[in-house]
């Protein structure tokens, strides 16, 4: 069965940084694109960033251009999001999921096999 495991979050000051894990089991990234998702209580789920089966391609949410990169270790099945100069609008609940389609828009019904998430807070 295809997993996803989220991990990484945390809560974090304005300004601080954390970087979020995707590993993947039972399956290998290398054949996925993979992307990371945001929900925070009230709102849709929103597609912060994805890359390619191979990393080649990438596109990140405007808001979040700058500060956060999306990287991918195929060699250890695992999808990173670093994400530099935190706001408390990043607080949500991160995911990350995979999708298997050819092309492929950074949104959420484009992708499948979610992991549980992990809880991002910025605060002081």
């Known amino acids: 069965q295809p997993q996803l495991v989220e991990s990484g979050g945390g809560l974090v000051q304005p300004g601080g940084s954390l970087r979020l894990s995707c590993a993947a089991s039972?399956?290998?990234?290398?054949?996925?694109?993979v992307g990371w998702f945001r929900q925070a209580p009230g709102k849709e789920r929103e597609g912060v960033s994805c890359?390619?089966?191979?990393?080649?391609?990438?596109n990140y949410l405007d808001s979040v251009k700058g500060r956060f990169t999306i990287s991918k270790d195929n060699a250890k099945n695992t999808v990173y999001l670093q994400m530099n100069s935190l706001k408390p609008e990043d607080t949500a609940t991160y995911y990350c999921?995979?999708?298997?389609?050819?092309?492929?828009?950074?949104?959420?019904?484009?992708?499948?096999?979610w992991g549980q998430g992990t809880q991002v807070t910025v605060s002081s």
């Open positions: 999921a995979v999708s298997s389609r050819s092309r492929w828009a950074c949104v959420a019904t484009d992708f499948a096999s």
């Open positions: 890359i390619s089966s191979y990393g080649g391609l990438t």
């Open positions: 039972g399956f290998p990234l290398t054949y996925y694109a």
